[in-house]
């Protein structure tokens, strides 16, 4: 479950750190009493998307007075913002953070996430804030720091120092940015996250830290734990969320070849199967091992109602999963929303014979394969029969 910036913040600020004050707005006239309770004239406006790069795609906006910030926000919601992390698809705008200015002396980058080599989580520390950590990776790996923490046990003290010698932190700032370390710690283990990102963490002029921005990923393992800290659906499509309601896994990609399998290993190896051909998977869709004809009725549903889609691969390999039943699901969803695309199946193992047996007397204009290689080569030759 990914947090939007003002969700990830109302956790830091309940936790007892510093970050600007702010208001989510959501129309022009918004901004004036956003500005007033917070007894503000200039501050900075924010989109409120689940992208990196915001400020560099024009998605932060500094301003003054209610006039100004009125015409950011008119500007902006509803505008659709393409990030480097997003694709030329980008992300659509339904909301601002209004934040008060911080005056910068020092931006520091700063992260918590999941070192999978070392089976273990990694405190990331980088003296080059507000810049993306994968480029001083690439480029200046000297100048970031990292630091595996003890699960269950505060920062070490020799872990803090390091952490301020590093980014020559000293004084009374070197002691509040160990707390601060060490809090955001122990966020990331109380909220079950995957990611906690600080970039910018910044010094201001006063030599108090600040947490300027924030990315806040919850592990999906972990939702049931952490409910009310953000919204689990908001970065999903509502393909994505109705086939969650039947069980099924889904996830929207960018081809034309809409897929229906059961397993995740075969799932990949469909993926892969369609990429040999020439062409692109419209989603990855598991119906699993337990779905029943009412499942995968619908899943076939989400498929068709897919516009991207130009062909179908129908990829089942019978287990406990039952040919016969794919077959019926199939045939309920194609003659209720209506075949408008090429529909390719192949069906191996239990009650295989009645499946086929089902799909060949439906009537409709199925086509059988006998196995992978046959089945890519069907997929293909329809593709070619169909207008973009």
């Given at each position: ?5 003002h ?35 200039e501050?900075?406006?924010k ?19 209610a ?13 659709t913002?393409v ?12 909301s ?8 910068i ?49 505060d920062?070490w ?17 070197a002691?509040?940015f ?14 079950d ?18 947490l ?11 939702e ?21 309601k039947y069980g099924?896994s ?40 337990s ?28 287990g ?37 047996k ?19 080569k ?6 070619k029969?169909?207008?973009?």
């Amino acid at each position: 479950m990914k947090l939007l910036e003002h969700e990830a913040k109302a956790v830091l600020r309940k936790s007892g750190m510093a970050v600007p004050v702010g208001k989510v707005v959501r129309s022009p006239e918004e901004v004036g009493p956003a500005l007033t309770e917070l007894g503000l004239t200039e501050a900075v406006l924010k989109a409120q998307v689940f992208t990196g790069g915001r400020g560099k795609a024009g998605g932060v906006k500094l301003f003054a007075g209610a006039a100004e910030g009125a015409e950011i926000v008119k500007k902006l919601i509803g505008a659709t913002l393409v990030t480097h992390q997003t694709g030329p698809a980008g992300e659509k705008v339904g909301s601002l953070l209004l934040e008060s200015k911080t005056a910068i002396a020092r931006e520091i980058y700063c992260s918590i996430l999941l070192d999978r080599e070392a089976n273990n989580p990694v405190l990331v520390l980088s003296a080059e804030g507000g810049m993306e950590i994968e480029e001083i990776a690439e480029t200046h790996p000297e100048k970031i720091l990292k630091m595996h923490p003890t699960v269950g046990h505060d920062l070490w003290s020799f872990q803090t120092l390091r952490a301020c010698q590093f980014l020559s932190i000293t004084g009374e700032t070197a002691k509040e940015f160990a707390l601060v370390l060490n809090q955001l710690w122990k966020i990331y283990q109380q909220y079950d996250a995957s990611l906690l990102e600080i970039n910018p963490l910044v010094i201001d002029k006063d030599g108090h830290v600040v947490l300027l921005d924030c990315k806040f990923i919850v592990d999906d393992n972990a939702e049931y734990r952490q409910k009310g800290i953000g919204d689990a659906d908001a970065d999903k499509t509502s393909a994505e969320i109705e086939s969650a309601k039947y069980g099924l896994s889904y996830v929207s990609l960018d081809g034309t070849v809409g897929c229906m399998v059961n397993g995740a290993g075969l799932a990949m190896a469909t993926l892969d199967l369609i990429a040999s051909v020439g062409l692109m998977p419209a989603n990855f869709l598991d119906v699993g091992g337990s779905a029943n004809e009412e499942a995968v009725t619908k899943a076939f549903e989400i498929v068709l109602t897919d516009d991207k889609v130009k062909v179908i691969l129908v990829n089942i390999f019978g287990g406990i999963m039952k040919c016969d039943i794919i077959a019926q699901g199939v045939i309920n969803a194609a003659r209720k929303l209506g075949v408008k695309v090429p529909i390719v199946v192949r069906l191996q193992g239990t009650n295989v014979e009645e499946g086929r047996k089902l799909l060949a007397e439906s009537g409709l204009a199925l086509i059988s394969a006998d196995g992978l290689d046959d089945a890519a080569k069907k997929v293909a030759e329809a593709a070619k029969g169909v207008k973009a």
